[in-house]
Structures are given as C-alpha cells and as structure tokens.
C-alpha cells in the first residue's frame, strides 16, 4: 500500500481488518509513506525500515548524476551538497539553481552565500526565469491536488493556450509534473514540500481570494467533474467564508456517515464545530452549533 500519509480514515480501518484476517496467512503487508502528514492508525509493523538523510557519499553521487552537473566545479557541488544537509530534494535544487545561474552568467564570480539556503528561496530563484511562472504556480498551490491546465486558466481568467507554455516551463524546472488520465493531461506538484512553499509565499489576502475564486469554478465548472462537499468547504474554509463554510461541513459530514464512513463523518462535523468562533452573531452561531 503505497503513500499510506494520504490514506483516509475508513480505509485505514479497512487495512485494519484485513490485516488482522490474514495473520494466518503467507502474505507479505508491506505499506509505505512520509513521516508527514501524519498517517491515521495504521496496523502495527513487525518490522520497520526508517530511510533516513543520505550520506555525503550518496549525495555526492546524486549531484553528480543530476543533468549538467558535470558543468559545475567540484566546489561549487561541495557546496550544494554541504547545504542540502542529506535531503535528497535539497540536493537537486540546489544542484539544478547552481546549473541555471551559471547559465545565465557564466563569467560571473560567485559568492559562498549566493547559494539559495532554503527551498522557498530555490523556487523563487527558479520562477524568476519563468515567465508567469509565480503567478501560475501559486494557483496551483491553492488548488492543492491536480488540476487541468482548463481549470488553472479558467481560475486566472485566461485563455487554456496562454497557460501552457508556464505549465510546460514549471514541468522544466522540476517544480511540476504531468500525467495523463482519461485522455487529458494533469499536473501536479513534484512534492508536497514545493506546494508547501508555493503556498505559503503568497500574502494572506491573496490566498484568500484564490480559495475563493476556486469555490467558484467548482461551483459553476460541470466540465470539471463532481466534487465532494469537502473539498468546497476546505477551499471555502481557507477563503474565511466561514458560514457558508459550516453549513457546506455538515452536508460533508452528513453524506459520509450515510455511506457508513463514520471517521470522516466525525472529522468533518468537528471542523465545522471548530469555526464557530468565527461567527460573531450568538444567534446564527447556535443554530449552526445545533445543526452539527
């Protein structure tokens, strides 16, 4: 079972059962996933192999096979690597920013502390050189699961050409992927890690109004397929429509306990609970509070 960090928790349960009924059985469990998020319970392991930070030896070889990498001096790699402190993502894109700015300037002397330290500062550096690439990228992040270039160019008010070329330039630079289902072609983050920095580069007000714009599309985009009132009232929480956030939890929460999914029922009930607050009149707050 792979990516069991993204595993909801009925089917966590379900594992649980299935688990306990093959006890008996010559058949090898074997579930993989990221220390983050944080994983429901997941049956108990008999045996765990913890991949921990690469070694200097293994980082170097990781640079070095990196595309360009050979056009970097031994110096310049120590240094990616000394920075990238045994995480295989770091090593890449430090690798890869040192590739890009001896591109740009090939003469040019280099200063130890030019190198970015921090992924945020490593995508910023790397969407400086595409064009739109900020813009686009930051959407993307908001919208936080994979998304057709369709859907992102409706979400930017622009034409599905003009979004292309800034998908295909993200792709590029290692920040997205694609892949193809049902004949249309998807993107995604590379890592949860490069949403993560994406999402939080952009000002309060900004994500807001993104989350916003989103609930609209989804609201009015038929074409984009059905959506289950979680996801509405996620993007309706993170735009602090906070009423309309509420009621949409507990329809979320009502449809999953009537398809037996009691854990997410629970969940989503709570997290209408947990915007409450938010609502300053105490009349509108009791009759939601009564609701959920």
Not at 6 to 20: C, F, G, R, T, Y
Not at 96 to 122: F, H, I, W, Y
Not at 234 to 252: G, V
Request: glycine share 4%; net charge negative; proline share 4%.
């Amino acid at each position: 079972v792979d990516d069991v960090h993204w595993i909801d928790p009925s089917s966590a349960e379900l594992l649980q059962e299935l688990v306990k009924r093959l006890v008996n059985a010559a058949v090898l469990v074997a579930l993989t996933g990221r220390s983050f998020p944080k994983s429901p319970n997941l049956p108990s392991a008999e045996n765990a192999i913890e991949l921990g930070q690469l070694s200097l030896d293994e980082c170097y070889e990781l640079a070095r096979a990196i595309p360009r990498a050979q056009d970097l001096s031994d110096e310049e790699l120590t240094r990616a690597v000394e920075a990238a402190d045994g995480i295989p993502l770091f090593v890449e894109y430090l690798v890869l920013s040192l590739v890009d700015q001896k591109e740009q300037a090939p003469n040019a002397a280099r200063r130890r502390g030019d190198l970015p330290l921090t992924l945020a500062a490593m995508i910023s550096e790397r969407l400086d050189r595409v064009a739109d690439g900020r813009r686009v990228v930051q959407a993307a992040a908001c919208i936080g699961r994979p998304f057709t270039a369709d859907f992102l160019a409706a979400l930017l008010q622009e034409n599905a050409q003009n979004i292309v070329e800034p998908l295909e330039a993200l792709i590029d630079a290692e920040i997205l992927r694609s892949n193809h289902e049902d004949r249309e072609a998807r993107f995604e983050f590379r890592h949860a890690l490069l949403q993560r920095a994406a999402y939080e580069s952009m000002v309060q007000s900004e994500r807001r109004a993104t989350h916003a714009n989103i609930v609209k599309q989804l609201q009015h985009d038929s074409a984009a397929g059905p959506f289950v009132p979680e996801l509405i009232a996620y993007h309706l929480t993170a735009s602090a429509q906070f009423q309309e956030a509420i009621k949409t939890w507990l329809d979320a929460g009502t449809n999953a306990a009537r398809r037996s999914a009691h854990i997410e029922a629970v969940e989503d009930l709570r997290r209408g609970l947990g915007l409450l607050n938010e609502i300053s009149s105490p009349e509108l707050r009791a009759k939601l509070e009564l609701g959920l």
